[in-house]
């Protein structure tokens, strides 16, 4: 599952992989290839959507962010 948010690591707003594996997810940032690992639990969900959200509340004031769609998409703002 894809999802977009801001990387720590690059600082990029990037695309992130997410992969889950039973109770623990694998968060990568499809730019720098930074891996984390996060408790998969209701909490990190709604973490997701709600950044998911404001990458979408922000592209009304930054409409680049629209074009993240692909894996290694990369913007700065
Ligand atoms: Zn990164």
């Given at each position: 599952m894809?999802?977009?948010?801001?990387?720590?690591?690059?600082?990029?707003?990037?695309?992130?992989?997410l992969?889950?594996?039973?109770?623990?997810a694998?968060?990568?940032?499809?730019?720098?290839?930074?891996?984390?690992?996060?408790?998969?639990?209701?909490?990190?969900?709604?973490?997701?959507?709600?950044?998911?959200?404001?990458?979408?509340?922000?592209?009304?004031?930054?409409?680049?962010?629209?074009?993240?769609?692909?894996?290694?998409?990369?913007?700065?703002?």
């Open positions: 894809l999802f977009r948010n801001k990387c720590k690591t690059c600082d990029y707003w990037t695309v992130f992989e992969k889950i594996k039973d109770d623990k694998l968060k990568i940032c499809t730019h720098c290839q930074h891996q984390e690992e996060i408790d998969w639990n209701s909490n990190a969900e709604t973490l997701i959507s709600d950044g998911e959200k404001d990458v979408r509340a922000l592209q009304g004031h930054f409409p680049a962010l629209a074009r993240l769609k692909n894996r290694g998409d990369h913007i700065r703002l």
